[in-house]
């Protein structure tokens, strides 16, 4: 794989109302990337470069002080007036209903809305379980290929990945996700449906978790995203329930299996392939399995599943229904359906021959500081660790996170980029 390409200064949507924040350092103590700081005991600071957009701040934060920003525009709505509609949904949305309410009655529902295009992505999701298996079988005996591969589908993954353990980067198979195929497809077919051009078209993906956002803004294995806009499934549920009341149709939308239905919860990508496949769910134990990962001591799994959010993308900050009762929908769904896919394999291999399912290059954020150094680099990056060490010496170690950063190997570090002094620490003159 070849070197990860520069990309533009980051984007994030994380926002804090400073207004209810009372300072309370839980958030910093959360972040997995150490991307927070909370200085003068309430100002709270995201480092933009560290920052994953991975929400456990706002899962954290008692007093629902942070939030994310979607990027639908709340008059408008997710579907323009102006443009022709197309929408991805995560399979989460499924589980959110009532018994009685199929994922049929939930696409006619958003074609209902107004979309003009409306996409079933768990039969994509089928098809990209295929293409991964004919991806390991290609490449499982190859020297250029580093086992396990790790799931590209949690964005939240890929981005932890890229800042935190880069060189597992060359881990992540460059397959296109099935929300970018999805979308990708979808303007294709409006523009030949239409004869419209594809800049007068936008695709709405409807999601679990506001991480879509930054992924569709900043991707890491794309140059670009074919998806527009982000829509949380909370900000949509109750206009699309209605939809879903009024609907008269009867066209077949929902053409996938139970494996398809199943990506919502943890272990369901997985479910769909015959190899030597781990599910971790939980941002804590993915670092701890990634962490296994970078040691080499996983080499003989073939593919590993990641998902940040508890019981998987059921478990986002932005679903309507209890995680453990959508669980219950979604596996009563799998039994209905079928616990095998839909999809023909040979059909799935001509397009995967075709190159239908490849992406681009891993892509970093430019002021990452994880990219990859020159000598002199790494020369003064020893200089200053050797700093940093010196000024851990003379704190006390007690990781009360007093000092606005989340440790003291962060404040130390802080200290040394100049954005701290050793005076922050308020319990360095007691030591003995």
């Known amino acids: ?169 060359k881990n992540i198979p460059p397959l296109i996700t099935p929300r970018e195929i999805v979308a990708r497809e979808s303007k294709q077919r409006l523009v030949t449906r239409y004869g419209c051009r594809e800049e007068d078209i936008k695709v709405v993906h409807i999601t679990p978790c506001p991480s879509k956002m930054i992924c569709i803004k900043e991707p890491i294995f794309q140059e670009r995203s074919y998806l527009d806009e982000a829509v949380a499934i909370s900000s949509i549920y109750e206009t699309l329930k209605k939809n879903i009341q009024n609907v008269d149709e009867d066209i077949v939308l929902h053409h996938a299996g139970g494996i398809g239905l199943g990506w919502g919860m943890s272990g369901g990508e997985i479910a769909g392939l015959d190899l030597n496949c781990l599910s971790i769910s939980g941002l804590q134990e993915t670092i701890r399995y990634l962490e296994k990962v970078e040691m080499g001591i996983l080499s003989h799994i073939d593919y590993i599943e990641f998902r940040t959010c508890d019981v998987g993308c059921l478990g986002g900050p932005y679903t309507v229904a209890d995680k453990y009762q959508a669980r219950h929908n979604l596996r009563k769904l799998i039994r209905m359906f079928g616990e095998e896919k839909r999809v023909k394999y040979e059909y799935v291999k001509k397009l995967y021959d075709k190159g239908w399912f490849h992406g681009a290059d891993p892509i970093l954020p430019t002021n990452s500081p994880f990219k990859r150094s020159s000598l002199s680099d790494i020369s003064a990056a020893i200089e200053k660790q050797n700093e940093v060490q010196q000024i851990l010496e003379c704190l006390p170690r007690k990781e009360c996170g007093a000092c606005g950063s989340p440790d003291c190997q962060t404040f130390a570090e802080d200290v040394v980029a100049g954005k701290a002094t050793v005076d922050g620490c308020i319990l360095r003159g007691s030591m003995a």
């Not at 999701?125 to 589908?153: G, W, Y």
């Open 1 to 169: 794989m070849t070197e990860p390409k520069p990309l533009q200064e980051p984007i994030h949507y994380v926002h804090v109302d400073k207004k209810i924040c009372n300072g309370c350092v839980l958030c910093m103590k959360a972040c997995p990337t150490k991307a927070i700081r909370v200085k003068e005991g309430r100002e709270v600071q995201i480092d933009d470069a560290k920052c994953i957009d991975c929400g456990e701040c706002m899962r954290i934060c008692p007093r629902n002080a942070i939030s994310a920003v979607m990027g639908t525009n709340e008059k408008e709505g997710p579907v323009s007036k102006d443009l022709f509609n197309a929408v991805s949904a995560s399979t989460a949305l499924y589980a959110q209903f009532e018994t009685g309410i199929l994922p049929n009655d939930i696409l006619l529902g958003l074609k209902r809305m107004g979309f003009n295009y409306v996409h079933d992505q768990t039969y994509t999701n089928e098809m990209f379980n295929v293409a991964i298996e004919l991806f390991i079988k290609e490449h499982r005996e190859k020297d250029d290929t580093f086992f396990p591969l790790i799931s590209p589908i949690c964005p939240v993954v890929v981005r932890l990945i890229a800042h935190r353990f880069p060189s597992l980067l």
